[in-house]
């Protein structure tokens, strides 16, 4: 079981940086793939950007490629986001999940669930 709290949403201008994080519980973290989700109102939850177990690899949605940065600490249990040079169109809802299935970018890989923080970013 892995039980998964973000942080760090808010409201933000166009250009700025905002930085999320996701403390996990539970001794399966080091294990897991984390990833980071989103999910604008009316749309489908798309992947943003995801992290294997050591942190030597990543991937990102080619929307958010130069712009985030995901990154993870395993001693503190925590997975981390950060986004920079943000548009409007980076408002959503944020989640964090917890995997241990291929490929990574994909939602239904993902067995655990945060409960989301909220991101908006004006224009």
């Known amino acids: 079981q892995v039980q998964l709290v973000e942080s760090g949403g808010g409201l933000v201008q166009a250009g700025g940086s905002l930085r999320l994080s996701c403390a996990a519980s539970?001794?399966?973290?080091?294990?897991?793939?984390m990833g980071w989700f989103r999910q604008a109102p009316g749309k489908e939850r798309e992947s943003v950007a995801a992290?294997?177990?050591?942190?030597?690899?990543?991937s990102y949605a080619d929307s958010v490629k130069g712009r985030f940065t995901i990154s993870r600490d395993n001693p503190k249990n925590t997975v981390y986001l950060q986004m920079n040079s943000l548009k409007p169109e980076d408002t959503a809802v944020y989640y964090c999940?917890?995997?241990?299935?291929?490929?990574?970018?994909?939602?239904?890989?993902?067995?655990?669930w945060g409960q989301g923080t909220q991101v908006t970013v004006s224009s």
């Open positions: 992290i294997t177990q050591s942190g030597s690899d990543t």
């Open positions: 539970g001794r399966t973290f080091s294990n897991a793939v």
């Open positions: 999940a917890a995997g241990f299935r291929w490929p990574v970018m994909r939602v239904n890989n993902y067995d655990y």
